[in-house]
T-cell receptor, first 112, second 113 residues
């Protein structure tokens, strides 16, 4: 079963705009991660946020985590056409260290 | 050179055939994983291995088997392929000393006719 559900399923924006995607999960977690997947390719790790953190930044990426609501958001600022990809959240829980459960993904299209 | 490689990249096979997908890594990681990806379902874990002598079932292991031949090699077998095993298969690795982050191969696209 999927741990994470992502919203929206698809998002289309213009270059330069910000993109926000959300992830909800079901059980308590050790950490939550975001990955990017270009069409038909392997996933690339973007950022990890631990359960005791509320916000984290990496370049144009900003991730928030609200453990009380079991949700996370990924914000990509000043988007570029090269940001076009699918974005997945993944959670790592309990004693199952390094086992990730992935969400269903958000497909982001950035129009030039 | 890529750190995590998968062979073949594409494969077409017929129902009932046995096939093997191979994964190799040069990252020196102990932990390796096999996932399948279906449209709209994200990635689901098939099997994982935390070291050469360790094999664990994931969420959807039925119809699959694995072999960890060495620290760097982890192969996935479909004993008797069926059409609903048509999917994109990914191998991944992680470092026990760095919790969470996984590194993915480029994927194998499998079509079972």
């Amino acid at each position: 079963s999927q741990q994470g559900e992502e919203d929206p399923q698809a998002l289309s924006i213009q270059e330069g705009e910000n993109a926000t995607m959300n992830c909800s999960y079901k059980t308590s977690i050790n950490n939550l991660q975001w990955y990017r997947q270009n069409s038909g390719r392997g996933l690339v790790h973007l950022i990890l946020i631990r359960s005791n953190e509320r916000e984290k930044h990496s370049g144009r990426l900003r991730v928030t985590l609200d453990t009380s609501k079991k949700s996370s958001s990924l914000l990509i600022t000043a988007s570029r056409a090269a940001d076009t990809a699918s974005y997945f959240c993944a959670t790592e829980s309990g004693g199952a260290t390094n086992k990730l459960i992935f969400g269903t993904g958000t497909l982001l299209a950035v129009q030039p | 050179d890529a750190d995590v490689t998968q062979t073949p990249r594409n494969r077409i096979t017929k129902t009932g055939k046995r096939i093997m997908l191979e994964c190799s890594q040069t990252k020196g990681h102990d932990r390796m994983y096999w996932y399948r990806q279906d449209p709209g379902l994200g990635l689901r874990l098939i099997y994982y291995s935390f070291d050469v002598k360790d094999i664990n079932k994931g969420e959807i292991s039925d119809g699959y088997s694995v072999s960890r031949q060495a620290q760097a090699k982890f192969s996935l077998s479909l004993e008797s392929a069926i059409p609903n095993q048509t999917a994109l298969y990914f191998c991944a690795t992680s470092d026990a000393g760095r919790p969470g982050t996984q590194y993915f191969g480029p994927g194998t696209r499998l079509l079972v006719l």
